[in-house]
């Protein structure tokens, strides 16, 4: 059976998925693409598989469903300009958290960066990520595009930042952010066995109350008349040196 | 005077210079915004303001043509979603170049990678970029943006990589490249006076007959089920890295 209409009632819900609040209400997410899929496939995510009904690939996983769907629906269905031959539908995963080397983001609002963001806390061991709510949604599509993938292999969590830091102080977790004016270069940070790095919004950094909260300060050497770094890249080199 | 038709012959030059080949043609192109504005203005590059009507703000500079313009033409010229009150029509600069850190790009495709890289080359004393001729325009609206007006503060030349590494080489200037096996751990790379680092294309990197000019080979350590890091973070890191 092939899916022909728009307005089928399934395929109507899964346009749906592509407003953040139905994935909120139902935990689940759509991803574009064969690497996506065999990546939400390895970790258990994958529900369904959307196919283009002339792909030429054969794709089964034992346990998926699979939806054979006109190019029409797959275009409405994709964000990408060229609709890929293959879907999935995915459910939020669920991974054992770390609390070693955690990353906590507060505000991040561009989606290319966010994932990018992701893709590095993988490369260097972060193993639990704190998304603020005031961050873009961490299952907009562009986001797993961006991401590579590694959005399946780190736990990441939506909360209330102010909530969860005086949980992490708790565990004897050095709170860390970054700040010029009295804080210590990079280069020369110690390592620390463990430790969770805030970092911030693209035009405003992290917000002064959150900033407040941290133990320790630091920042990244740089030529004067450069202002600052896009948030993707001093979140990679920061975590990239703390990584032991 | 304000500007109110699509039809006047300056605001169709103007709108050419949306496209890469009338960029090329005339050396100048069109920049967004009040923060880019003034980079160029310092760096001697801006030729003409483009003013919205009703615009509040009084900008003015010695020297600089200025243009008003109605909400209808700042839209065409502009490809923000929310078009800009201000813009500015450039020349390329055209800055000393320098010959001790260098970086060379074969085939980045994403506007937003190009500008964060050269957003980070500035912060890291990169005091030359190369841009193969194989890589997305650098005057593209989004290109400059994403650099935050770093673009005018570091020379870039677009070129032919296979002409000037030979050029480099004579120089005595060791060229690097990036490669997992045979290569040396970023990190206890020894840091260098002089150096050209190549980096290439999102999905298949550097081109091999250009790899293969390389002298010396390094590599970011990162876990092993992650693949690779996005362009910007990655050459982003190896800068910071180098950076004395």
Redesign the interface.
């Known amino acids: 059976m092939v899916y022909t209409s728009l307005e089928n009632k399934k395929i109507k819900e899964l346009r749906k998925l592509k407003q953040r609040k139905y994935r909120d209400k139902t935990n689940h997410f759509l991803i574009d693409g064969k690497h996506l899929v065999e990546e939400a496939y390895q970790t258990g995510c994958l529900d369904t598989i959307i196919l283009l009904e002339e792909n030429q690939d054969v794709v089964s996983y034992s346990d998926v469903e699979v939806m054979v769907v006109t190019k029409e629906i797959m275009k409405v269905l994709s964000d990408v300009e060229t609709p890929p031959n293959i879907m999935g539908v995915c459910h939020k995963p669920e991974l054992s958290t770390g609390q070693n080397k955690i990353l906590l983001l507060d505000g991040v609002q561009d989606p290319?960066n966010l994932g990018?963001i992701i893709?590095?806390a993988?490369?260097?061991?972060v193993d639990m990520i704190y998304v603020g709510k005031n961050s873009v949604d961490v299952y907009n599509s562009k986001v797993i595009r961006?991401s590579?993938g590694?959005i399946f292999?780190v736990p990441i969590q939506v909360v209330a930042l102010e909530e969860i830091i005086p949980e992490l102080k708790k565990l004897d977790i050095p709170i860390l952010g970054t700040k010029v004016t009295g804080g210590n270069r990079l280069k020369s940070f110690p390592k620390l066995e463990k430790f969770a790095i805030i970092m911030g919004n693209e035009g405003n950094g992290v917000r002064p109350e959150i900033l407040d909260l941290c133990d320790q300060y630091l920042y990244?050497?740089?030529?004067e008349?450069?202002?600052?770094?896009?948030v993707?890249?001093a979140t990679?080199?920061i975590l990239?040196e703390l990584?032991k």
């Not at 990244?220 to 030529?223: G, L």
């Not at 008349?225 to 896009?230: F, T, Y």
């Open positions: 290319g990018t893709r590095s993988v490369a260097f061991h961006s590579q590694m292999k990244i050497d740089m030529k008349d450069c202002e600052s770094l896009n993707a890249v990679s080199i990239y990584d």
